[in-house]
Each structure stands twice: as structure tokens, then as C-alpha cells.
């Protein structure tokens, strides 16, 4: 049985994620402004990159953030720095979204943990992307908010997942099949999480937003048909337990 207090929580998580999401995409269309400035430049910032230009390792100190706040909410509660990286790259194509938490495993750090939002887009889909940027900003950090509440600063005791760093390493190192990192105890509720925002944000079935997202995996040829409906399978097993009334 799911319980209301469960059902209440989980959307001020979702409500939490549509809110920054907001913040972050006003970021983007101004920052779009770079693209017509001679040394690309946004906040004085390079963020802007030409096809004759390198582009920095958006994952490396050498790509700058453009925009960071501290997050607080008392009735979740939740604390934590909020930062957006972002790179305009001509010829880039498709775009990427991705995240990332620093997140101390003790309750006793010094500074709250940082949950870091990595953003490339090409102009020449611009402005078109936009509710695109919108629902993969509200699925990444409704993904890693999740993430900030399983351990350290703020971590919920229900939602505690210990470390799963060893199988990590092993699927980094190829011990591990790359599958096997969509059935990692921190990344499922974490995902599912995502992606049911996702499909809210986008009044799209939950199950097709799920189906979609492990397509383009199955495409990047990370996993296979039948890997994706173990995982599928697992996932299944947890929406009762995360509070989600969906089919998958």
C-alpha cells in the first residue's frame, strides 16, 4: 500500500524539480545571446564555441558554470548548491543533459553537497529544443535530488541506499556488463524518479517515456533488447515502493 505522507513527499521532490527546471531554462535563453557575441562569451563567460573552436570537457574544471544558488527547503528539507554548466557548440546536433552530485557520505560535512547540471545545445535547433531542454532539466535533477536524499547532508532514513561504488568501478572497468548500471540500488529509484517527471512534465504514458529512454541506450548499443526488459522487470518491483501508480 502506498502511503499519503509517501505520495506528498514525492511531489514536493517533483514540484522542487519543475521549479529549478524553470529557473535554469531562463538561464538558457538568455545565455543564447553568447552566440552573437565575438569572443562568446555570456556573463563573461565562454560558453559559445564555433566549429573551428575546441570545446573543453563540459565534465572538466576548464568548462565554467554560468549560473549557481543555494537550494533550501525546510518542509522537505532539503539544502544543496545548485549549478548549471552549459555550451553552445555549433554542429553538435542532438543535445546533451546530463547531472551530476557531490555529495559527502556523512551528515556532518561543512558545506552542503553540490548537484551540478551539464547542458550542450547547438543554435541551429534553437528555439525549437526548448520543451526538450525543459522536460530533460526537470527529469535530471528531479534524478539527482534523489540522489542527495539516499546518503550524506540529506539523507532521508527511508530513502538510505548504501554504497554501490564497487559495482561501479566494476562496470567501468568492463567487469560489468554496462546494463547492469541501470540496476544499481542508487540509480534505479533515481531514475524512475526522473522519468516519471519526465512524462508528467510532457503528458506522455510513463511506460513510453521509460521505453524511449532505454531505446536510446539499446541504440548507443550499451545493452541489449532483452537487457532492457530485465531492467524493465526490476523496475517493476519498485514503483509500489516509491510511491508511483504507473504501469510499466
Not at 528539507?77 to 553552445?88: A, D, G, H, I
Request: net charge negative; with cysteine.
Amino acid at each position: 500500500m502506498i502511503r499519503m505522507k509517501s505520495l506528498i513527499l514525492e511531489g514536493r521532490y517533483d514540484s522542487m524539480s519543475r521549479q529549478l527546471s524553470r529557473k535554469l531554462i531562463s538561464i538558457v535563453k538568455d545565455s543564447f545571446e553568447a552566440t552573437n557575441d565575438a569572443d562568446g562569451k555570456f556573463l563573461g563567460k565562454k560558453v559559445y564555441y564555433t566549429a573551428n573552436e575546441s570545446v573543453p570537457d563540459i565534465n572538466s574544471g576548464e568548462a565554467p558554470d554560468v549560473y549557481t544558488e543555494e537550494v533550501e527547503n525546510s518542509q522537505i528539507p532539503l539544502e544543496f548548491y545548485l549549478t548549471l554548466k552549459l555550451q553552445w557548440v555549433d554542429g553538435y546536433g542532438k543535445m546533451h543533459c546530463d547531472g551530476n552530485v557531490y555529495n559527502a557520505p556523512g551528515v556532518d560535512s561543512d558545506e552542503p553537497p553540490l548537484l551540478e547540471v551539464l547542458l550542450i545545445l547547438d543554435p541551429e535547433s534553437y528555439p525549437q529544443v526548448l520543451s526538450d531542454i525543459v522536460a530533460e532539466l526537470s527529469d535530471t535533477i528531479r534524478h539527482e535530488i534523489e540522489h542527495l536524499t539516499q546518503s550524506g547532508w540529506n539523507m532521508i532514513p527511508s530513502k538510505f541506499v548504501k554504497s554501490d561504488a564497487r559495482q561501479r568501478n566494476q562496470i567501468t572497468a568492463g567487469k560489468l556488463s554496462p546494463y547492469r548500471y541501470y540496476m544499481l540500488p542508487k540509480e534505479i529509484p533515481a531514475m524512475i524518479h526522473g522519468l516519471y517527471n519526465k512524462a508528467k512534465k510532457t503528458r506522455t504514458p510513463f511506460a513510453d517515456v521509460v521505453n524511449d529512454h532505454l531505446q536510446v541506450i539499446i541504440d548507443k548499443g550499451w545493452m541489449t533488447p532483452e537487457q532492457s526488459e530485465i531492467i524493465k522487470d526490476t523496475w517493476r518491483t519498485y514503483l509500489p515502493k516509491l510511491a508511483i501508480r504507473q504501469e510499466l
